[in-house]
């Protein structure tokens, strides 16, 4: 028997198996459907909750947060196609596109650069490590292991602790954070943690001053005593 005949008879068995025995699997109108755009969520005991009508309420669906991450209902999210990653417990991405922690730290959800102590960091899919090498950026420009912007006509710009690059180029807003946790006030500022003692000062990047007392001060003069477990975002480096 020729190939080709032996390959029409293979292809007409399986359409009629086809025919008799449908597949299994069916997409419902109601899974089709693309997730809710919502404003922010919380993960908390093992929940997703969105704010609605000024409370929160558990999802049932998948949803859309800052147009940027789809979060299932058992916490897992992903941003674009990226790799799945879990939310912890108390964590809370918002409409900024931040990944919000307990402890006081934010941090954007997309992959990005931010320099530490002077030396830059990749973040991957949450994961951070040491930029062992040159990163080009899509305008020609590279930034270095060491914190250097360099620019296509050969001028260097040093960057600042704190600072957010993504891979398109476009720097983020920063946020610092200020809490009382314990009783004691804890500063995450220009990518690093500081607890502060009792009568230190601090200036913030917004022209704030962070009293170890327990209070801020902001630029027009106004005070703001710190409340226990309450995070404070105070705008970061410029």
Do not use: W
């Not at 674009?80 to 409409?95: H, Q, T, V, Y």
């Not at 919000?100 to 002077?118: E, M, W, Y």
């Not at 080009?136 to 250097?148: E, I, Y």
């Not at 230190?200 to 990047?205: I, R, S, Y």
């Amino acid at each position: 028997m020729k190939a080709t005949s032996i390959r029409r008879r293979l292809a007409l068995c399986g359409l009629a198996f086809s025919l008799s025995f449908p597949c299994a699997v069916t997409v419902r109108g109601e899974d089709a459907r693309p997730p809710e755009a919502v404003t922010s969520v919380l993960f908390k005991q093992g929940k997703v909750y969105v704010p609605k009508d000024g409370s929160p309420v558990e999802i049932t669906n998948d949803v859309l947060v800052a147009k940027l991450a789809v979060v299932r209902t058992n916490g897992v999210f992903t941003v674009g196609k990226g790799k799945e990653r879990l939310l912890k417990e108390g964590e809370s991405i918002g409409p900024d596109g931040n990944l919000n922690s307990p402890d006081g730290t934010v941090a954007p959800i997309v992959d990005h650069l931010f320099v530490k102590n002077g030396r830059v960091v990749s973040v991957r899919d949450g994961v951070a490590t040491p930029l062992v090498g040159e990163v080009a950026l899509p305008d020609g420009s590279k930034v270095t292991p060491g914190g250097d912007l360099r620019a296509v006509d050969g001028k260097i710009r040093r960057l600042l602790d704190g600072q957010l690059i993504k891979l398109d180029g476009t720097f983020l807003p920063v946020t610092d954070t200020v809490s009382l946790q314990g009783g004691k006030v804890i500063l995450y500022k220009d990518g690093g943690r500081i607890e502060m003692r009792r009568g230190q000062f601090m200036a913030m990047n917004d022209n704030s001053r962070v009293s170890g007392d327990g209070y801020i001060i902001k630029a027009d003069g106004t005070r703001v005593n710190l409340k226990e477990g309450e995070i404070l975002k105070l705008e970061g480096a410029r």
